[in-house]
């Protein structure tokens, strides 16, 4: 259901160039070295290394052996050494180092001399192909990965990742800090809007400082200090007919945190479409709501044909909401979103969560595909985006999150 790329072949094919490259070039001539000094040589960084030395494929190092090339390399980048060396300070053993492709156990370890122009390439084995988790993610995310429905292979998947949310307010401030601690790999946030004082209250992305920032400048800023293993999408535009196809292709998953009729309508329809799995989450006052629509079980339309009318229904501006129930609700979107990663558990598929926080209940009502639905049922009559706003007979209003 989720489309997890499988990066093998290319890591492969990376560094077997990397490495081809190497044998096609001649080693530095006697002549050319600068015996007895410190020479110079280019190091090859595989990508899991690559986040440490600025997405350079190559850096320059200084060294007359191996030992001191990797000690410059931690100097210029601090950090370097720890991916490479186990506790007892001793080169880990998933860790191949080469010179001009000769792995150095079969030379001189890490004694082995150097001359100057000499490649020297750092490689991590790749486990199971996918993208490797650095000793340093398997600390950071170790109490996922020590769970066995997660594991190894699970982290993987959740690194590979890409998620959209819609919104970068109330519900969507913890999904996307729940996401990008867990490290999904691609976090994309939309939203046109700027942090408004009355945010504050509840939008935990955004703190005093930020207020007339735009949010998802903001929204990016909160989530790299969380973990800057994240790569944060920001789509600073409001969601139309026109663009939701564009933003919203490239995601695995779309998260909803609107918190006006015209854009769920429109989400609910862009990622039936696409077919994409929508978790979509609602709060007002001190109720809240939650579900996840699979394309082809079910969407927003089968639940609620129609809008109701405009005004019928008051916005968390008009009405209010407690800010501590966006993380309840938030908090259960972002767990339905890593289930569908992991492809671990029951979706909230066909069941609609209330939450009623004044008494304290939960409860869970079913829901269904409705064979008469425009959309999603056997007839459909809307095969393509609308215009949302006649639809809602209102506009879209300035802010589109909760
Ligand atoms: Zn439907």
Do not use: W
């Amino acid at each position: 259901m989720i489309e997890v790329v499988d990066v093998s072949a290319q890591e492969g094919r990376t560094i077997e160039g990397a490495l081809q490259k190497e044998t096609d070039r001649q080693p530095a001539g006697a002549a050319g070295a600068h015996e007895g000094g410190t020479m110079t040589v280019s190091v090859y960084i595989p990508t899991p290394f690559r986040h440490l030395v600025g997405n350079r494929v190559h850096v320059q190092a200084r060294g007359r052996t191996v030992r001191d090339v990797l000690a410059d390399l931690d100097r210029q980048f601090p950090g370097f050494r720890q991916q490479l060396f186990g506790p007892e300070g001793k080169l880990a053993t998933h860790i191949n180092v080469y010179v001009n492709q000769v792995e150095i156990g079969t030379l001189q370890g890490e004694e082995t001399p150097l001359r100057e122009g000499d490649e020297v390439a750092v490689i991590p084995a790749l486990a199971g192909g996918a993208v490797a988790l650095t000793p340093e993610m398997v600390e950071r995310y170790s109490r996922h990965i020590i769970m066995p429905q997660v594991g190894s292979a699970g982290q993987r998947k959740i690194m590979e990742a890409k998620v959209l949310i819609i919104g970068a307010g109330g519900l969507g401030s913890p999904v996307a800090i729940y996401l990008a601690l867990a490290g999904v790999g691609t976090i994309g946030l939309v939203d046109f809007d700027v942090v408004d004082r009355s945010n504050l209250q509840r939008q935990i992305l955004h703190q005093d400082d930020d207020v007339g920032r735009p949010k998802v400048v903001s929204a990016k800023e909160t989530l790299l200090a969380y973990n800057p293993y994240v790569n944060v999408e920001t789509h600073e535009t409001p969601l139309t007919s026109d663009n939701a196809f564009d933003i919203i292709a490239p995601y695995d998953i779309v998260v909803n945190g609107a918190d006006n009729f015209a854009t769920r309508y429109l989400v609910n329809d862009a990622c039936y479409l696409l077919k994409k799995p929508l978790v979509d989450g609602s709060i007002l006052m001190f109720d809240g709501q939650a579900t996840t629509y699979l394309p082809g079980r079910g969407c927003y339309r089968c639940l609620y044909p129609a809008p109701p009318p405009p005004g019928m229904v008051p916005s968390c501006a008009e009405a209010g909401v407690l800010g501590a129930m966006c993380a309840t609700i938030g908090s259960i979107q972002a767990t339905e979103v890593l289930k569908l990663i992991l492809g671990i558990g029951e979706p909230l598929v066909n069941r609609l969560l209330l939450y009623d926080a004044l008494a304290l209940e939960f409860r869970i009502v079913r829901i269904r595909r409705d064979p008469n639905c425009p959309l999603c049922g056997d007839h459909p009559t809307i095969t393509q985006l609308i215009d949302y706003e006649a639809f809602c007979g209102a506009p879209f209003p300035a802010a589109q999150h909760a």
